[in-house]
Every structure is written in C-alpha cells, then in structure tokens.
Nanobody
C-alpha cells in the first residue's frame, strides 16, 4: 500500500488545516486508515481512524470535537480536518493503513511519508 499525506503547513493557534491521505497508489486492500502524529523527541501518537467500508470513526480524547476524519472512496482519499489547533499539536502527521480495528501504531503496516504541521504565532 502506498500512501501520501499532504496539506501540512504553518497555522496560527486556533486555526484550521485539512490534511489529505492519498491511497490511490495502494496495491493491496485494507480495513482502515489512521492518522498519527509525532512531535520531535516524542513517540508516535494515535489521532483518529476511519474504516474503509462503513466509514466508522474513532478519535483520541485529545482531538475529539475538534478534528474530523473522513474518506472519499471514489477519490481514494482520507481527510483529517483539524480545527482549533494548539501549539502542542505541532508535529509530523502520518497516515497509515491497517487490516485491524486498532489505535496501536505497531498494528499499522503501511505508512506514508508524513506532512509537517506547525502551530505557532
């Protein structure tokens, strides 16, 4: 599965960004796409996932109510709409594919290159 994340950039605190994960390069099927983020010197943290068929979603408590994950199967793209961003959310954001219903990054076996999100005034 080849994934490509995009849409990162510099945003002020309280601002919004929409990230995209292009899965059109995928050669195998998957059950769900997840978004993760990794700040410098820290572990990779789960943000949200969406299942491919039903569109079911799940969020980490830290982003619930502010972030929305969605998928467009026709465009083979998964989105992460991020609102009310905070400086502590500055990180490289990654999308990844799994055949399980999981938040554990070790159970995601296909990763794209990340996209940097910087939240700063």
């Amino acid at each position: 599965v080849q994934l490509q994340a995009s849409g990162g950039g510099l945003v002020q605190p309280g601002g919004s960004l929409r990230l995209s994960c292009d899965t059109s390069g995928s050669t195998v099927d998957y059950f769900a796409i997840g978004w993760f983020r990794q700040a410098p010197g820290k572990e990779r943290d789960f943000v949200a996932y969406v299942t491919k068929l039903s569109g079911g979603t799940y969020y980490s408590d830290s982003v619930k109510g502010r972030f929305t994950i969605s998928r467009d199967n026709a465009k083979k793209t998964v989105y992460l709409q991020m609102n009310n961003l905070k400086p502590v959310e500055t990180a490289v954001y990654y999308c990844a594919a799994t055949n399980m219903l999981t938040m554990n990054p070790e159970e995601y076996h296909y990763w794209g290159r990340g996209t940097l999100v910087t939240v700063s005034s």
